[in-house]
Nanobody
Framework: QVQLVESGGGLVQAGGSLRLSCAAS????????MGWFRQAPGKEREFVAA????????DYANSVKNRFTISRDNAKDTVYLQMNSLKPEDTAVYYC????????????????????WGQGTQVTVSS
Protein backbone atom coordinates (compact mmCIF):
# COMPACT_ATOMS: atom_id res chain seq x y z
CA GLN A 1 0.00 0.00 0.00
CA VAL A 2 1.01 3.59 -0.50
CA GLN A 3 2.48 5.30 2.54
CA LEU A 4 3.21 9.00 2.80
CA VAL A 5 5.13 10.64 5.63
CA GLU A 6 5.53 14.40 5.87
CA SER A 7 8.32 16.14 7.72
CA GLY A 8 9.97 19.54 7.94
CA GLY A 9 7.24 21.56 9.61
CA GLY A 10 7.92 23.86 12.50
CA LEU A 11 7.82 27.39 13.81
CA VAL A 12 9.23 30.18 11.66
CA GLN A 13 9.04 33.95 11.64
CA ALA A 14 7.21 35.82 8.92
CA GLY A 15 9.43 36.18 5.88
CA GLY A 16 11.30 32.99 6.66
CA SER A 17 11.49 29.71 4.80
CA LEU A 18 10.79 26.04 5.36
CA ARG A 19 11.10 22.98 3.19
CA LEU A 20 8.57 20.22 3.68
CA SER A 21 9.32 16.68 2.61
CA CYS A 22 6.94 13.87 1.74
CA ALA A 23 8.60 10.48 1.79
CA ALA A 24 6.62 7.95 -0.23
CA SER A 25 6.77 4.22 -0.78
CA UNK A 26 6.83 1.89 -3.77
CA UNK A 27 7.90 4.44 -6.39
CA UNK A 28 4.77 6.45 -5.63
CA UNK A 29 6.29 9.73 -6.74
CA UNK A 30 7.07 8.22 -10.13
CA UNK A 31 3.70 6.57 -10.68
CA UNK A 32 1.25 8.96 -9.00
CA UNK A 33 0.19 12.56 -9.26
CA MET A 34 1.32 14.31 -6.09
CA GLY A 35 -0.17 17.23 -4.24
CA TRP A 36 0.12 19.37 -1.14
CA PHE A 37 -2.92 20.59 0.77
CA ARG A 38 -3.24 22.52 4.00
CA GLN A 39 -5.85 22.99 6.68
CA ALA A 40 -6.02 25.79 9.21
CA PRO A 41 -8.13 25.53 12.37
CA GLY A 42 -11.81 25.92 11.61
CA LYS A 43 -11.27 25.96 7.85
CA GLU A 44 -11.63 23.51 5.00
CA ARG A 45 -8.64 21.68 3.63
CA GLU A 46 -7.39 23.66 0.66
CA PHE A 47 -5.17 23.00 -2.29
CA VAL A 48 -1.63 24.36 -2.22
CA ALA A 49 0.44 22.80 -5.00
CA ALA A 50 0.61 19.78 -7.29
CA UNK A 51 3.04 18.05 -9.59
CA UNK A 52 1.82 15.77 -12.34
CA UNK A 53 2.92 12.21 -12.92
CA UNK A 54 3.39 12.81 -16.62
CA UNK A 55 5.99 15.42 -17.45
CA UNK A 56 6.24 16.90 -13.97
CA UNK A 57 4.24 20.04 -14.70
CA UNK A 58 3.23 22.01 -11.62
CA ASP A 59 0.22 23.97 -10.43
CA TYR A 60 -0.22 26.34 -7.50
CA ALA A 61 -2.93 28.05 -5.56
CA ASN A 62 -2.93 31.79 -6.16
CA SER A 63 -2.23 32.39 -2.49
CA VAL A 64 1.18 30.69 -2.70
CA LYS A 65 2.14 31.34 -6.30
CA ASN A 66 5.66 32.75 -6.64
CA ARG A 67 6.43 31.89 -3.02
CA PHE A 68 6.15 28.09 -2.88
CA THR A 69 7.76 25.53 -5.15
CA ILE A 70 6.83 21.87 -5.45
CA SER A 71 9.40 19.42 -6.74
CA ARG A 72 10.16 15.72 -6.74
CA ASP A 73 13.13 13.42 -6.53
CA ASN A 74 12.21 10.14 -8.17
CA ALA A 75 15.35 8.38 -6.96
CA LYS A 76 14.46 9.20 -3.35
CA ASP A 77 10.72 8.73 -3.92
CA THR A 78 10.20 12.08 -2.23
CA VAL A 79 8.19 15.21 -2.97
CA TYR A 80 9.19 18.58 -1.56
CA LEU A 81 7.46 21.86 -0.90
CA GLN A 82 9.86 24.76 -0.63
CA MET A 83 8.12 27.62 1.15
CA ASN A 84 9.64 31.09 1.02
CA SER A 85 8.43 34.48 2.22
CA LEU A 86 6.13 32.81 4.69
CA LYS A 87 3.19 34.73 6.08
CA PRO A 88 1.10 34.18 9.22
CA GLU A 89 -1.76 33.22 6.88
CA ASP A 90 0.28 30.18 5.84
CA THR A 91 -0.10 28.69 9.31
CA ALA A 92 -1.78 25.30 8.92
CA VAL A 93 -1.28 21.58 8.96
CA TYR A 94 0.20 20.60 5.62
CA TYR A 95 -0.72 17.28 4.02
CA CYS A 96 0.92 15.34 1.24
CA UNK A 97 -1.35 13.42 -1.13
CA UNK A 98 -0.98 10.89 -3.94
CA UNK A 99 -3.48 10.12 -6.67
CA UNK A 100 -3.72 7.57 -9.45
CA UNK A 101 -5.69 9.07 -12.32
CA UNK A 102 -5.37 9.30 -16.08
CA UNK A 103 -4.97 12.86 -17.37
CA UNK A 104 -8.62 13.16 -18.38
CA UNK A 105 -9.80 12.38 -14.84
CA UNK A 106 -7.18 14.33 -12.91
CA UNK A 107 -8.19 17.66 -11.43
CA UNK A 108 -5.11 18.82 -9.59
CA UNK A 109 -6.81 21.02 -7.00
CA UNK A 110 -9.61 18.62 -6.09
CA UNK A 111 -9.30 16.34 -3.07
CA UNK A 112 -11.18 13.61 -4.91
CA UNK A 113 -8.26 13.29 -7.33
CA UNK A 114 -6.09 11.90 -4.54
CA UNK A 115 -6.34 8.48 -2.95
CA UNK A 116 -3.69 8.51 -0.24
CA TRP A 117 -2.83 11.06 2.41
CA GLY A 118 -0.08 11.58 4.92
CA GLN A 119 -0.64 12.41 8.56
CA GLY A 120 0.29 16.05 8.16
CA THR A 121 2.97 18.34 9.53
CA GLN A 122 2.33 21.58 11.40
CA VAL A 123 3.63 24.85 10.02
CA THR A 124 3.34 27.90 12.25
CA VAL A 125 4.37 31.35 11.04
CA SER A 126 4.71 34.05 13.67
CA SER A 127 4.39 37.75 12.97
Amino acid sequence: QVQLVESGGGLVQAGGSLRLSCAASGRTVTNYNMGWFRQAPGKEREFVAAIRRSGGSTDYANSVKNRFTISRDNAKDTVYLQMNSLKPEDTAVYYCAAGFRPPTLYSYSTRDSYDYWGQGTQVTVSS
